[in-house]
Structures are given as structure tokens and as C-alpha cells.
């Protein structure tokens, strides 16, 4: 007897989409989340836009992720909060611990949403010294939505991309006004529409600019920007380091489960299964950062393979592996490319870039490109490839032919 | 907090230990246990906030230690008294054992002296291997590797745990720690020293200088003048993910130099791998930063010594200082004014050293009080690998901190009790709580609104609107 029929570690979008539509479907499902609280990062943006694609209106986080957990309870998922994961076991059999204890649960399957953390401000090596008032986007959207909290009046926001504005909106909502945002590369991550909020908020964007070190002993007093060699000392009480998001894959990391060194995140097919069988993955694990709202639809897409593999019917595991034949491709999901099927959820192969890249996105067997897009890309933004039917056996790799 | 005035304590204490460190928590055990009315007068608003709280968490043997020196002596004292008071304070052992790896011929050419010392130190259950047998042992070790010998007794520790302990020993059994007590000046009259400090005037028949990077001022605050000079040496360190701890079982140290230890490669007690520490000559005692260029410096290092490590990510990187003087030994004298005991220059070796500095300061001071026949004897929690961590028990209240397993019960605990955390960072020696992977991603908040109006230095500004 098992406990569930199948188990989704994680209550993000991702994670509640696909109980939701498992339970739809006569599935006995149950989340574990390990916060107090089901509804993942959705919980702590307290801004627009959440909720167009699922619920068809426009919704703040927090609204949104409440939305998602009455509908996954409406339909009969069982959601137990403040339950960790502490290992993954072959075949479908976990290890949880909550107030009661330790305790082993099994499940037909297994669905892993486990989501992303942004890279920390230790993993990117900046120096200086480790006052209080440096933190990330989910750290300070936690602190203002969730606890009604100041971390700091005049911070500097280091990133670009997306989650940078919604900082850029965090503070807004706090009363924060940050005194620059700081961008290594040579221009804005995100896309224009981001950009104009900045401007709008007469916060300045310095751009192939990085901070070198962090002053205080116990507050942040200041930071040492470097501009092309040229070091510049501002006075500041708060840094917030957002974005490079990666996989939080720490419960893969420690299982038997194959992990793909380029993503961070898992190694799955194209109906997201692992290297065990009875094991899942769906959202930001898989690649990095993309909306709630396609987290949603990629949950759900996969929920209804596992309803097939419950049934029986999905194709043996196999298929050929993926490549990466170029060096500005950082990652691309799925990495086991096998023939499609009627309730495949990747028929789109995702791709994300290291460094800009212009031309042709190729994906290339036994010399002879099977399928091909144009690619005028940066990394951070979506990219994405659609898959034949059928790939084919043998060496897979994904190229990009440059244009000049 | 168990600030109380001073002043209450009638006819004085017998011991003032200046300074929170891992030695002045360690003499303040002693000197208790040995039956005295101890105070500790720390000036921070918690315990290891100076050299203490950075350091690589290695118990050291002594087998590279100057021979025939104090330092050495203290540190082989203090390594079995580790042995012998561990399991009852509840402090971890992980018993790792040390390879010293020689990468060049010279190095190689320096193998048989350090062997010779560290027979010479006592530590005779060394024994040579060749670069094959240092592979064998260690299959991550890069194929340059071409000798070494093998240090069985070399440890890892938790960094804090030990002060910890050896602090809460002293309180549990009557002493008293005053923080936010800064010494400002001494004066002795009566066979009595009248200590000004920023929490009010205490009164000590012996006081003892433990004050690390600030043991020559001090001497100066209370004798008038100081006999050394503090030489603050920064190290810095690079922390690697809990995936990289596989990588090697022993610790894997260099050749030393005149100058340094060397980078090591080890694990640490808490599961991570650790890459340092850097050995950097500056002037400033309270500021310890890091810079990108040396800590990728750090990460090349560890990559030449263990290739696979290229592939984990860094989860933390810290700086700290070691209280170094213009010599390279202990400055510990008990001859510089009446009933006043320097403890100075402990510079790398604090950890390892601490209870047997203790036990030597004990036998200077000479002192006839009568040892506590019955003493107690507190439990540390363990929050190491080595045994049962507070997740894998019942009724903890769930996991606060995903990334160390940090569970709301093991935060309570930390706020509470005879000696609660005074500042995030000495919640975080405590507990690990945002020590892991995330840095404070995911429990930042649930810290925030748990330690709210409970830590003498917030996490954050007290709200204004």
C-alpha cells in the first residue's frame, strides 16, 4: 500500500498544477511543502502580473498562489506544510521529517517542483566584508510582503533581469528608494518594458558595471563599484544581489538521481521522467527561471504523462542524448530526446544561453539538422526549439550557426 | 540576557577574564572548575565575535608546532583534554586523520624534517606514503601529487561548539559573562584590581588578559603599558558545497612554509569542504574583508589539489584574523603587574590549544582554591555530521533552514538559555541557520519575525513607521 499515489515535493506552480490535475483525474495526490504556507515564490510577489493563462485574470502573487491552493484542495489534493524532504530513494520511496519525526513515504510516483533560489552573494564571490542589509530578491519580497518589514531605505540592486524590477516594485511597495541598479553586462537583461520601470522610478542603470565589495561591520555603509577599471566608493545601507537563478536541486544532488551539470537541474525525457522511472520533474528545476504561469501549464502538461505512466502507457525510458555543441548554449531541457507521444509535455526543446548569440539554433543527428529556428538571443530570455515527432536513434547536438 | 549589575557581587570576583574567545572561554572554565567566583567581560554583544569566529576547525596534534615550545605544549595538553571532556559536553570528533602532500622536489626534500619534528613532538604514528599510495587513499587527489605522510590524529571539529561549551561549563557552575563590557582602565589597590568597563566596575583579585586581536591594548588599558605588539594576520577561506565533501577524507595540508600552514583542503564537521585559509599582513583588528581575485585564487588552489572540485558550487566565503605579535610564539606572562596574567599571540593554533592554555594559566596563577567535587556538565546540541541532528528527533516544529536542516526548535534554543544569542551572527554560530547553499533565500523572513525584539543587535533596523 502506498501513501499516495503519487507524491509532488513542492507547492509552487508548478507543483499545484500538476496535484491539481493528477486529483482531477481520480488520483490520490499528495504535496509536501516544507514552508508553513503552500503556493511557492507567487506568496511573497506581492505585485502584478500572476494569473492571466490560469485563472484568466490579473492577480497579485499572493492572490494567485491562494487561488492555486483552493483549487488543488477543491479537487481533492491532501497538502501537508511544514513537511521536509530528506531523500530521495529508488523506486518511489522518500524520506520526510516534520514535527512528529523522520518517516519513509512511498508513491507510484514522484513529481518533483522543487523550483529555484538566486545565485547567493557568496557564490559570486563578491568582496568586502558581511554586514547585515545584503540579501536576495526572495529574501527582501519575503521581508516587505510577507513580514511588513524596512530591510533599508537607499540600497543599490545588482541584476537585470526580471526579478530585478519586481525588486524595483518591492521597494516601491516599501518605501524603498533604490539608489541604482548595477549591471555587469553592457546592457539590461530583461525586456524593454522592465527597463522603462527603472527610468520611471528615476532609479539610474549603471551599466558594465560591477560591485567589487560590500562595506560595514554590521550594516552595509557602502559599496566599491568597478566601471572599466575605474573604482568608485558609494555610500548605501543595503545591497540586494538578485537573480541568476538556478535549479534547488540540493535533494537530487544527494540521490541516485542523474543531474545535468550544464542546468543543475535534472537529467529527463520528454515526458519529464528521470533516470528512475518512477520519479518526475516539472518548473524552474528543470532550467532555471521562467513565469509562474508556464511553471503552471508545464506542471499540468506533466501530470498527464504521469496519468499515462500510471496507466501503463508511456514507452519504455531511451532516447538519444542531447549534445550541447556550442559554447554559448548553457543548458537545453529536455536531454533525452526519444520519440513523442500522444501526452508528451516537451515538445519544445528549452534553451538558455551563456552569452548573446545571433543565427540559426540547429538541432543536428548523424550530421544533418533535424530541426532548426532562428535565434537572436541573450541569456536569461526564453528560447526554445520545436521537436520533431520523432528524432530519431543515435548522437543528438545542438548547434548554433553564427550570422555575422 | 543575564546582564546583571556588577556591582551585586559582593567583595568581588576571585577571576576577570577579559575576552570571549575560545580562550577566554576555556580559562574561564578552568579557573571555575578549579573552585573561582569567575567573571567574563566581553565587549561585543556575543561571544567568538573576534579572531574566534573564523578559523579552519581543525584539532591539531602539534606535529608541525616549533619544538619545545609553549605553544606546543598547550596544544598537546589541549588535544587530550578535547579527548577527554568531549563526549561529556557533547562536542563532535570527526576523525578525518591529515595528509601532508608534497606537489614539487623541494617539497619532497622537506618531507624527512617534518617528519623528524613531528616524532620529536610526539606525534610518532606518522608514516610516510608515496604519490601512488596518497591516490589510493584519496582518488580525488590530482595525479601531481608525489609524496607525503599521513598525520592519523588530525581532526575536524565545529569551530564553536568547543567555546561554546567550555563557557557554558564555566556559567553552569556560578561564572558570570558580561557582554557589551569593553575595558577602558585598571587600577589595584588593596590586593584588588577595579576594572572599569562600559557595563560598570568590576572587581577582580586576578585578571586575565585573553583579549586576542586587542591583548596589547588591554595590557595598556589596565598595567599602563604592553610588552607586544598585535601584527593582525587575515585569512581567508572559500566554502564549498555539501556535494564536494566526498572529494576527500583526509585533510589534505601543504608543506609548510616559515610563514604559513599553508591552503588546506578538508572537510568540515558541518558536511561542506573547505578551501584556506590565506595568510595576509594588515593593520586594521576589526575589519576582515574578502576579495574576489584572492578567493579565485583559493578556488584554483583547491582545484589543482582535488580537479573534480571545479564541477561544485561555493556556497560561503569568509575572511578572519588571527591575533599574530612581531614573534612567532605565545605571549603568555604572569610577571607584568600583581595578580594580572597576559594570555597574548594565540594565533592560529586557539582551537586546538585552548584547554591546555587554560590548564597552564591555571598552574601559573598557582592559585589554592579547592576544585568543585561535583561540577555540571551541560550538553552542546549537536548541529555536526558526527551524530543525531535535532531534525531526525521528534517535536522540533519542522525545518526553519532548509539548506542546513536548521529546525525551529534548535533556533528557540539558541535564544534562550544561560547564555542566548546576542546578534545573527552568533545565531548562526549557534545553529548554522543561513549558513548553507540559499544564504538566507528562503528563511530570511521566519528569522526575521523569530528573532524580532530578541537580539541585542537586530537583524534588522527596529521599524520606524
Redesign the interface.
Known sequence: MTDAEVIVIGSGPAGLGAATELARHGQRVTVLEREAEAGGIPRHCGHYPFGMREFRRLLRGPDYAARLRDAAVAAGVTIRTRTSVTALLPGGQIEVTDDTGPATLSARAVLLATGVRETSRAARLIGGEKPGGVMSTGALQGLVYLNGQRPFRRPVILGSELVAFSALLTCRHAGIRPLAMIEPAARITARSPAAWLARLMGVPVRLETDIAAIHGRTRVEGVTLVTGGRRVEMPTDGVIVSGGFRPDAALLRGSHLEVDPASGGPVIDRWGRLSDPAYFAAGNLLRGVETAGWCWSEGRRTARAILAALAGELPATGGGRLVLSHPALRLAVPQILGPAGGACPHDRLQVRLDVPAKGRLCLVRDGRTIAAARLDGLPERRLSLPLPADPGAGALSLTIEERA | MQNRDPAEVPGGYDVAVIGAGVVGCALARAFTLAGAKVVVLEKAVDVLDGASKANSAILHTGFDAPEGSLELACIREGYALYHEVRDRLGLPLVRAGAMVLAWTEEEVAGLPALMEQAMANGVTDIHPVSGAEARALEPELSARVLAGFRVPGEHLVDPWSAAHGYLLQALANGAVLLRQAEVLGGRRSGGEWQLATTAGTVTAGLVINAAGLWGDEVDRRVTGESWFTIKPRKGQFV?YD??AAALAGHILLPVPTKITKGIVVCRTAFGNLLVGPTAEEQEDR???????DT??ALMRRGTEILPALA?H??????AGLRPGTEEKHYRIRADLAPGYICVGGIRSTGLSAALGIAAHVLRLAGRGERPLSDPVWPRMPNISVDGTRD?????????LC??E?VTRREVEAALSGPMPAG??AGLKRRTRVTMG??????C???L??LTEGRLT?P???P?H?
Do not use: N
Open positions: 566554502v555539501k556535494t576589526e575589519h576582515a574583508a574578502v576579495d574576489r578567493l579565485q564541477g558550487e561555493v556556497t560561503a566565503v569568509y531534525w531526525q528527533c521528534p517535536g522540533h516544529g519542522g525545518i532548509h539548506c536542516l546578534s545573527l547553499r540559499c544564504q538566507g533565500f528562503y530570511s523572513a521566519e526575521a519575525r543587535q537583524m534588522l533596523e521599524r513607521d
